[in-house]
């Protein structure tokens, strides 16, 4: 079975700080998708960025960039020059290529101080 | 501007009461989920469905929740009776099937 790690449970940085979130996943499949959600305190769970395993670039949207690493499995979200607004709730994802099912890791609650 | 429209917002209810979420989603995603939030166990699938067929609801407890699509255009989740561990927010999100998926805004469940 699939599973998804994040091992951070909590994390403070200052506004414009680079942060970087941790994701570790384990598969046997060698085509998915990976994604990182926010979710604010309004509570709407939000697309940030999504990878395809098949792609060697990494994914990247504005200040939002992930560091790929297929033969670890690790999915890392960095964020560049953090704003207030970025204060939220950060969930990795997975998702078999053949599957409908996204499984979700425990989430990282990141505070932007100002 | 299309969203996954989830109602009620909020519910409060009695323990023993019958609970019904509703769900559109985005017109054309094929497929349906319903997730459960608690700060315990984080993000949970429930169910899921596509093309309005249910394929998996090996998360829900069978004896008092049931989910159910209609029509393309509505999924409804139930409790039956209601529980106070059934408190959490439920979220619902559509997509398609190669993609990611669209949340609602969740509706957070009180049972007292």
């Known amino acids: 079975a699939q599973t998804v790690t994040q091992s951070q449970p909590e994390m403070s940085v200052q506004e414009a700080e680079t942060v970087t979130l941790s994701c570790t996943y384990d598969?046997?499949?060698?085509?998915?998708?990976l994604f990182w959600y926010k979710q604010p305190p309004s509570r709407q769970m939000i697309l940030v960025i999504r990878?395809?395993?098949?792609?060697?670039q990494n994914a990247t949207e504005n200040r939002f960039s992930v560091n790929f690493q297929k033969a670890a499995k690790s999915f890392s979200l960095k964020i560049s020059d953090s704003q207030l607004g970025d204060t939220a709730m950060y969930f990795c994802?997975?998702?078999?290529?053949?599957?409908?099912?996204?499984?979700f890791g425990k989430g990282t609650r990141l505070h932007i101080l100002p | 501007d299309a969203r996954v429209t989830q109602t009620p917002r909020h519910k409060v209810t009695e323990m023993g009461q019958e609970v019904t979420m509703r769900c559109q989603p985005i017109l054309g995603h094929n497929t349906v989920f319903w997730y459960r939030q608690t700060m315990m166990q984080g993000l949970e699938l429930l169910a899921y469905?596509?093309?309005?067929?249910?394929?998996?609801d090996s998360g829900m407890p069978k004896d008092r929740f049931s989910a159910e699509m209609p029509d393309a255009t509505l999924a409804t989740l139930k409790i039956q009776p209601s529980e106070p561990r059934d408190s959490a927010v439920y979220f619902c999100?559509?997509?398609?099937?190669?993609?990611?998926?669209?949340f609602g805004e969740g509706s957070r469940l009180t049972v007292l």
């Open positions: 598969t046997s499949e060698n085509n998915y998708y």
């Open positions: 999100a559509s997509g398609l099937e190669y993609g990611e998926l669209f």
């Open positions: 469905f596509r093309n309005r067929a249910p394929l998996d």
């Open positions: 990878q395809e395993a098949y792609k060697q």
């Open positions: 994802a997975f998702k078999r290529i053949r599957d409908d099912k996204i499984i």
